[in-house]
């Protein structure tokens, strides 16, 4: 849980999607300042098509109806950040604006941007970030709430907004007024807008960011990236090393390794391999046969084994020769961690201890050999897959 409740944050953003009904935008903040704990926005932001944007602009901002403006004034709200400028729609790789989703492509398309928003607005540490998914096609919905399970922090929230009959898909109600206005629903009723109830409902979600890895917190990534990175951590683990090259991946990601971390690598995994226990570090055995692993990686007069050989020249005692293997084993534990996240991590990393051995069986580690490609026993070099998100074609909620 977060040290501060979200209302409490400096920074606070709503964000919402918006496809034919703008309202979702003063609907949500009704109901959000009308909490027992109110939750009141510094900022909005709106992700929309050109449709909605259309439909948003003189709905929400013009002089008159100006319903954002009204809301303001009858709820005695301060300023917030929230004008045309707040309105994200979404576009073509060429810069055209998207006028709906509909194709496959749209879907893409829009996961990816919305994503980035995400992305975005948690990215600061001072912010709260409130996402409602009441607005918009069906699958800008889902896309904003999956992206928020992917990026969410502890003072994250998700919600959908519930309108009460028969002021749900009126297009004149925009939220309960503090006084008298009286509007004609869709089957030629006369109602009061005092009358109308407004529901916040929040939802649950499960919180991914922290397995992610660093670079997809920070660096552009598709939607569907993201969501392999989020579900690897679920995979079995897979190993594969080329010693020829002295590259490693894991998951299909490659390893960012020295020549001397991938030595320490490749000689736990043929160790788990062959089925050996975990090996201490301090003895004389674990030096010697580090060794002869590194003259089959590295030719014995090269510069690479001869620093190897000199490092442990006036290693005697257990102490020492731990002190040369401890600061490679925390190197690669940081190296798989940046290519998979934490928690996918975990499968591969080295446990913590004197006793080291990689968490991997046997039928889980492979062996790339260049030489005998028809040897049951060698691989090929990993290719990373593409994944892909495609619903089907949506409708307005």
């Known amino acids: 849980m977060p040290s501060q409740a979200p209302q409490a944050f400096s920074r606070r953003i709503l964000l919402a999607v918006s496809g034919l009904t703008p309202q979702i935008v003063t609907e949500t903040l009704y109901a959000l300042i009308h909490q027992p ?187 569907s990236e993201v969501v392999a990175a989020a579900e690897r951590a679920q995979q079995p683990p897979r190993l594969v090393l080329d010693p020829e090259k002295r590259t490693a991946w894991a998951d299909d990601l490659a390893l960012d390794l020295t020549p001397t971390e991938f030595a320490v690598l490749y000689w736990l995994a043929q160790r788990a391999r062959h089925g050996d226990p975990p090996i201490d570090w301090k003895t004389t055995e674990a030096r010697d046969e580090y060794l002869n692993i590194a003259k089959t990686l590295f030719h014995p007069m090269s510069t690479e084994y001869q620093r190897i050989e000199e490092a442990f020249r006036y290693r005697n005692d257990g102490k020492l020769l731990a002190e040369y293997f401890q600061p490679h084993k925390s190197r690669i534990n940081s190296a798989i961690a940046e290519a998979l996240g934490s928690h996918a991590a975990k499968r591969y990393q080295i446990p913590p201890g004197s006793m080291n051995a990689l968490p991997l069986e046997a039928d889980q580690i492979a062996v790339v050999d260049h030489r005998t490609p028809s040897n049951p026993q060698a691989c090929q070099p990993p290719i990373t897959p593409s994944h892909s998100v495609t619903l089907s074609q949506s409708s307005e909620e």
């Open 37 to 223: 704990q109110p939750f009141i926005p510094t900022e909005i932001h709106l992700i929309t098509t050109v449709e909605g944007a259309k439909r948003a602009r003189p709905a929400l901002f013009s002089q008159e109806p100006g319903w954002f403006r009204r809301f303001c004034q009858d709820h005695a709200l301060r300023p917030v950040d929230f004008d045309e400028r707040s309105l994200h729609v979404l576009s073509h790789p060429s810069g055209q604006p998207l006028e709906d989703i509909r194709t496959p492509e749209d879907n893409r398309l829009a996961a990816d941007q919305i994503l980035a928003w995400v992305r975005t607005l948690t990215a600061d540490p001072e912010s709260a970030l409130h996402v409602s998914i009441a607005g918009g096609r069906k699958t800008m919905g889902y896309y904003l709430g999956y992206a928020l399970s992917l990026y969410g922090r502890p003072q994250d929230r998700l919600s959908h907004v519930l309108v009460s009959e028969p002021f749900e898909s009126t297009w004149d109600f925009f939220y309960p007024t503090p006084y008298e206005r009286i509007i004609q629903t869709r089957d030629g009723k006369l109602v009061d807008c005092r009358d109308a109830t407004v529901t916040l409902a929040e939802i649950p979600f499960v919180r991914l960011r922290d397995g992610l890895p660093p670079r997809l917190l920070t660096g552009e990534a598709a939607m």
